[in-house]
């Protein structure tokens, strides 16, 4: 525990470091204040019905990503979402369109012109939402929670135009978090409104266990136990994993290649190089299904809809679950790139032991690539439909929600994250990391 304070304070004796913590605080904590500001025209007193859509199915997971702010009906009540969306096309547009595969190989200046794509497309997305948002608050609350009439042109546009601001304003706190603050700005801004959530669901859990002499407080413990157990294990996995990935690529990738002085080499491939981004894609392409099955008054269109919106049953996290499986691939496919590390290997007179340098190299890469990562696929997938399991198990939905999943994923991957970006920082000016004793180096010298 002392090293631990040592290792804050040495934070904190850092001037830019402790700028930046205290910048994104700051840009966090607005971004918690507009979650809660109502839009104009609309009784907040009377969004009682808004929040009974958003406590189970497919809305329960919209609001968590917006931390609240959907069943608010909040300036943000569309949150960061269009903007992982136009990502996500930008991505995938990016295998198809030549334009773009260039801006992604021309550095800094394509990286710029993709983000300013990705920007003009979130508006784009966000005017198609905001109207469908408007039609479900009309659908979902009293006409008396209505201060101006809903149908006006002057009531649509203003809230829409409002809901587009707030996409927006989220989307540029994110960014000025990721330029000036300690990084991971949008993963940030997701990972704040998940945890607004969990004292909420943790005071459900707690009335269903006491209030309705439903196990009792013996079982929520239990629970409560479980949980850490499940974070701890999640943690030591995620850190695990990372040890497996190198010792694996020295091992089976390049274990017996030496270099003038008998120094080995090794090629770093990771057994999950996608994080977190599949299971964040992958949630996003499933709020289609039941969207376009709604559209449809025939039964079947509403039992695909009604299978699709209970995020606990069977056939969605079979779908959710394989999605995850097929975005891994994807998503590593795009960011490992196994043509260029072989002809970086090939330019730099290396070579795979048995290997033809070249062709026969990327496609080796690749193949090695696709091994490794399948284990890691899986491993995505079992955690996030793990929440559907602790619900057959008469858990409480919204408590169920932080047992892994979407969730738990997301917490820990953008927590671990944000702890290597600090000790960068820490180990740039001759500190050792949190995860060390927290001495300063510059003393031991």
């Keep these: 525990m002392k090293k631990f304070f040592e290792s804050l304070r040495n934070v904190w004796s850092i001037e830019e470091l402790k700028n930046r913590i205290v910048l994104t605080l700051g840009l ?56 992982i969306s136009a990502s996500i096309v930008v991505q995938l547009m990016g295998i198809a369109i030549p334009y773009l595969q260039k801006l992604q190989k021309d550095g800094e200046s ?100 006491v209030s309705n002499n439903n196990g009792g407080p013996l079982i929520l413990v239990l629970e409560l136990i479980g949980w850490l157990l499940v974070i701890i294990a999640c943690i030591l996995l995620v850190m695990a994993v990372r040890r497996i990935q190198v010792q ?27 994080g977190v981004m599949p299971i964040i894609f992958a949630q996003a ?20 809809a009604g299978e699709f919106s209970n995020m606990f049953g069977f056939w969605y996290n079979l779908v959710f679950a394989l999605l ?19 002809d970086d290997l090939k330019r730099s007179s290396g070579f795979i032991p048995g290997i033809k340098p070249g062709v026969e ?18 491993f995505l997938g079992l955690i996030a439909i793990f929440p559907a399991i602790v619900v057959s198990l008469g858990v409480q939905q919204s408590w169920a929600m932080f047992y892994g999943g979407t969730s738990l994923i997301i917490m820990v991957g953008v927590a ?12 740039n000016q001759h500190y050792d990391g949190l995860m060390k004793s927290g001495k300063n180096r510059k003393a031991v010298a």
Excluded at 161 to 189: H, P, Q, R
Excluded at 286 to 295: D, K, T
Excluded at 366 to 376: A, E, N, R, V, W
């Design 28 to 83: 966090l904590l607005v971004y918690r204040f507009g979650a809660h500001v109502t839009l104009p025209g609309i009784d907040a007193t009377q969004l009682h019905s808004l929040a009974g859509q958003t406590e189970k199915g497919i809305g329960s997971i919209l609001d968590m990503f917006t931390g609240g702010a959907f069943s608010k009906a909040s300036v943000f009540a569309l949150g960061i979402m269009p903007y």
């Design 110 to 209: 394509g990286r710029k012109k993709l983000n300013q794509i990705t920007r003009w497309l979130t508006i784009l997305i966000t005017l198609v939402q905001g109207p469908g948002y408007i039609y479900n608050l009309n659908r979902t609350l009293p006409s008396s929670a209505f201060l101006l009439p809903i149908d006006s042109f002057a009531f649509l546009f203003s809230s829409v135009l409002i809901l587009t601001t707030g996409t927006i304003f989220a989307m540029w706190l994110g960014e000025k978090i990721t330029d000036k603050g300690i990084g991971n700005g949008i993963s940030l801004l997701i990972m704040v409104g998940i945890l607004a959530r969990l004292p909420q669901a943790l005071i459900q859990e707690f009335t269903s266990r």
């Design 248 to 274: 694996y690529a020295r091992r089976t990738v390049a274990g017996d290649f030496e270099q003038d002085g008998g120094n080995r080499q090794w090629i770093p491939l990771k057994l999950n190089s996608a």
């Design 285 to 304: 392409i499933m709020f289609i299904p039941a969207a376009v099955a709604g559209l449809s008054e025939s039964e079947s269109s509403q039992t695909i």
């Design 324 to 342: 995850i499986l097929v975005f891994t691939f994807f998503y590593t496919a795009i960011t490992v790139p196994t043509n260029k590390m072989a």
């Design 361 to 378: 190299t990327a496609d080796y890469l690749d193949h090695i690539m696709s091994l490794i990562t399948f284990p890691g696929a899986l």
């Design 416 to 427: 671990i994250d944000t702890i290597q970006q600090i000790n960068s920082y820490l180990l």
